[in-house]
């Protein structure tokens, strides 16, 4: 059974900066292209990026050009490095395949952002 594992999460004041890890366990994880997934209080979980098994990666207008996202292979592990936070950024951050189907959700990692 997969796994999903995300940290990282904390209180974290405007123009700070954040890196969130997700760690997998029981998949494929090379043949896995990673996403990373925000969800706001009353709004809909949306997708911030995803990278694909060779390193490159893509990002949704969510959040771009202030997220860097990582994996290794090795260690079966995705990052989300995340700068220039804002309050509208406070959401709970998951990881998950963006192949279909998804691996059953972890319970993410809070993102607060605020003065």
């Known amino acids: 059974q997969v796994r999903l594992v995300e940290s990282g999460g904390d209180l974290v004041q405007p123009g700070g900066s954040l890196t969130l890890a997700c760690r997998v366990s029981?998949?494929?994880?090379?043949?896995?292209?990673m996403g990373w997934y925000r969800q706001a209080p009353g709004r809909q979980r949306e997708l911030v990026g995803f990278?694909?098994?060779?390193?490159?990666?893509r990002y949704t207008d969510a959040m771009k050009g202030r997220l860097t996202i990582s994996r290794s292979n090795d260690e079966t592990m995705v990052w989300l490095e995340m700068n220039d936070l804002r309050p509208e950024d406070t959401a709970v951050y998951y990881c998950?395949?963006?192949?279909?189907?998804?691996?059953?959700w972890g319970r993410g990692t809070q993102v607060t952002v605020s003065s």
């Open positions: 990278i694909f098994s060779d390193h490159t990666s």
């Open positions: 029981g998949s494929n994880f090379e043949s896995d292209i």
């Open positions: 998950n395949r963006i192949n279909t189907p998804q691996f059953n």
